[in-house]
Nanobody, 114 residues
Framework: QVRLVESGGGLVQAGGSLRLSCAAS????????MGWYRQAPGKQRESVAS???????NYADSLKGRFTISRGNAKSTVYLQMNDLKAEDTAVYYC????????WGQGTQVTVSS
């Protein structure tokens, strides 16, 4: 079992920055990929960024250049640095881990005011 806990969401003005953190605990050795998804009101959940256990990184094309995913040295924490935030980035951001099964955090709200 893996537990994922997000933090760092909040209210920010357009053009501002936020850094989200995801702390993983439990059988983290089983995770092959960790990353972030988001879900805006009335929309489907979408992938934001991911990082594999080997360090390969992927981003949603529309977010390249503004968002950066990274992880801590212990590989139990994943970060999402979000810069130049726009109103359309407003969403609940979920941490995701994937191995033998998928794991999800409870989500953290990011609200960007225009």
């Amino acid at each position: 079992q893996v537990r994922l806990v997000e933090s760092g969401g909040g209210l920010v003005q357009a053009g501002g920055s936020l850094r989200l953190s995801c702390a993983a605990s439990g059988s983290i050795f089983s995770l092959l990929v960790m990353g972030w998804y988001r879900q805006a009101p009335g929309k489907q959940r979408e992938s934001v960024a991911s990082i594999t256990s080997g360090g390969s990184i992927n981003y949603a094309d529309s977010l390249k250049g503004r968002f950066t995913i990274s992880r801590g040295n212990a590989k139990s924490t994943v970060y999402l640095q979000m810069n130049d935030l726009k109103a359309e980035d407003t969403a609940v951001y979920y941490c995701h881990g994937s191995g033998a099964r998928d794991y999800w955090g409870q989500g953290t709200q990011v609200t960007v005011s225009s």
